[in-house]
T-cell receptor, first 114, second 112 residues
Framework: AQSVTQLDSQVPVFEEAPVELRCNYSSSVSVYLFWYVQYPNQGLQLLLKYLSGSTLVESINGFEAEFNKSQTSFHLRKPSVHISDTAEYFCAVSRTNRDDKIIFGKGTRLHILP | DTGVSQDPRHKITKRGQNVTFRCDPISEHNRLYWYRQTLGQGPEFLTYFQNEAQLEKSRLLSDRFSAERPKGSFSTLEIQRTEQGDSAMYLC??????????FGQGTRLTVV
């Protein structure tokens, strides 16, 4: 079965500083990878996804993630964070060889310091 | 389209009572998922439907839990004889394709 590990439960970072949220996955078959974001008092929203092709994927609000098959990682990065990025971020995986559910990590809370 | 809608948003119930939650997916989305989320955890998969067919149930879903999706539109999740450990946020999501699941705001259940 596939699984997702988010190593950091909380990440504090100063405004305008860069940030990396780490995600590692485990699967015996090929996977699709996702990052979801949950802003305070809101539902989960898809931030970006890797399906195939270029290993670097970007979101519309400046985040990017790179699929690294050899390291089984899909870390999320942003070069300069804003106070509005305060949220919980969830990495998720699903298998490609069948119609499958999406499995989530435990989440990383991004705390932006003024 | 207003997105995935869940009702109620909050539910407080006494231990031992039955509760039912409803999820209205985005229209024409053929897949519907139920997840449970507790504090400090990510969403845990419970079950999902392709149209009206229930394709998979997690081992987390004990015999007290049942989900239906009649006619492949809205879905209900029922919990019988609720226990305090059932207290959580219950999330519903839908997708037209497996790769883009859209989530509702969730139903927060508190069992007292």
């Amino acid at each position: 079965a596939q699984s997702v590990t988010q190593l950091d439960s909380q990440v504090p970072v100063f405004e305008e500083a860069p940030v990396e949220l780490r995600c590692n996955y485990s699967s015996s078959v090929s996977v699709y990878l996702f990052w979801y974001v949950q802003y305070p008092n809101q539902g989960l929203q898809l931030l970006l996804k890797y399906l195939s092709g270029s290993t670097l994927v970007e979101s519309i609000n400046g985040f990017e993630a790179e699929f690294n098959k050899s390291q089984t990682s899909f870390h999320l990065r942003k070069p300069s964070v804003h106070i509005s990025d305060t949220a919980e971020y969830f990495c998720a995986v699903s298998r490609t060889n069948r119609d499958d559910k999406i499995i989530f990590g435990k989440g990383t809370r991004l705390h932006i310091l003024p | 389209d207003t997105g995935v809608s869940q009702d109620p948003r909050h539910k407080i119930t006494k231990r031992g009572q039955n509760v039912t939650f409803r999820c209205d997916p985005i229209s024409e989305h053929n897949r519907l998922y139920w997840y449970r989320q507790t504090l400090g955890q990510g969403p845990e998969f419970l079950t999902y439907f392709q149209n009206e067919a229930q394709l998979e149930k997690s081992r987390l879903l004990s015999d007290r839990f049942s989900a239906e999706r009649p006619k492949g539109s809205f879905s209900t999740l029922e919990i019988q004889r609720t226990e305090q450990g059932d207290s959580a946020m219950y999330l519903c999501a839908s997708s037209a394709n497996w790769d883009s699941a859209f989530f509702g705001q969730g139903t927060r259940l508190t069992v007292v």
